[in-house]
C-alpha cells in the first residue's frame, strides 16, 4: 500500500447487526489501526470493543475503552435514560484517542440512530469531522436502506469515502453503488462466527484494494 498519512475514519451503516463491528475489525487488522467505539448500548458479558481486542492478531492495533458503556440493547438514548445519563457529544469529542495510529471509530446503530433527545449519530460525525465508510448487508430490503442512508449522507453533507458489503445473500452492490452514487470499496463474505482467522484473510484482502480507494 502506498504511503499516505493517518487516517480517521468512522464506520457507520445501514441499521444494527449488519456486520459493523466486524468490518471495523477487519480494518483495524489491515492498517494496524487503533479501535474505538464510544458508544456501546446493549452488552451482557462482552462488549464490541472485547471482540475486538480479543479478535485482533496484530501487535500494533489499541483498542480504546469506550465513553459510554450502557447496559440495555436499546437506542442509546433510551439506554441513556435507563441509567439517568445524557449522552453529550461535546463529551465523545473531548476523548478522541490520540494515536500514532490510524484509528477506527464505530458508531452506534445507523446514522439516523438518536444518541440523545436532540443529536443523532449524523451530528457526531460532523462533529468530529471525519469521513464514513458505510456498511450494508446484503439481504433482503438493503437496497431500501442503504439508499436512505446515501441520501442522509447526502443530505447532511457527510463525507463518504465508499461502502463496504457484507453477506451474499444478493449481489447488489453494483446497484447500490451506481443509484447511491457512493463507490463499492470491497465485499465481505458471510460468516456465522467470524474469528481471528477469517478477520486476518479478510483483512489481508481488503489490503490490496486500499490503494485504489478514493482517500
Not at 468512522?10 to 456486520?19: C, D, E, K, N, R
Not at 477487519?26 to 489501526?33: G, N
Request: hydrophobic share 40%; glycine share 6%; aromatic share 8%.
Amino acid at each position: 500500500m502506498k504511503s499516505r498519512e493517518r487516517k480517521t475514519i468512522f464506520v457507520s451503516g445501514t441499521g444494527t447487526g449488519i456486520g459493523k463491528t466486524f468490518v471495523s475489525a477487519i480494518l483495524a487488522e489491515a492498517l494496524h489501526a487503533d479501535y474505538w467505539k464510544p458508544v456501546q448500548a446493549g452488552y451482557t458479558t462482552i462488549t464490541d470493543s472485547d471482540w475486538v481486542r480479543n479478535t485482533l492478531t496484530n501487535k500494533q492495533s489499541v483498542v480504546h475503552p469506550e465513553t459510554y458503556k450502557l447496559k440495555l440493547a436499546a437506542s442509546p438514548h433510551i439506554a441513556a435514560r435507563q441509567e439517568n445519563i445524557i449522552i453529550s457529544l461535546q463529551k465523545i469529542a473531548s476523548q478522541i484517542p490520540v494515536t500514532q495510529h490510524d484509528l477506527i471509530i464505530e458508531g452506534a446503530g445507523g446514522l439516523m440512530v438518536p444518541l440523545n433527545d436532540r443529536e443523532f449519530v449524523t451530528d457526531l460525525i460532523k462533529m468530529l469531522d471525519v469521513p464514513v465508510i458505510l456498511v450494508s448487508r446484503n439481504t433482503l430490503g438493503s437496497i431500501n436502506f442503504s439508499l436512505l442512508t446515501a441520501m442522509a449522507c447526502k443530505q447532511k453533507n457527510i463525507n463518504v469515502t465508499g461502502w463496504i458489503f457484507n453477506d451474499n445473500y444478493l449481489n447488489y452492490e453494483h446497484d447500490i453503488a451506481k443509484w447511491s452514487g457512493i463507490p463499492s470499496l470491497s465485499s465481505i463474505p458471510f460468516a456465522p462466527r467470524p474469528d481471528s482467522d477469517f478477520i486476518k484473510e479478510q483483512a489481508e484482502k481488503i489490503k490490496k484494494q486500499m490503494d485504489n480507494w478514493p482517500w
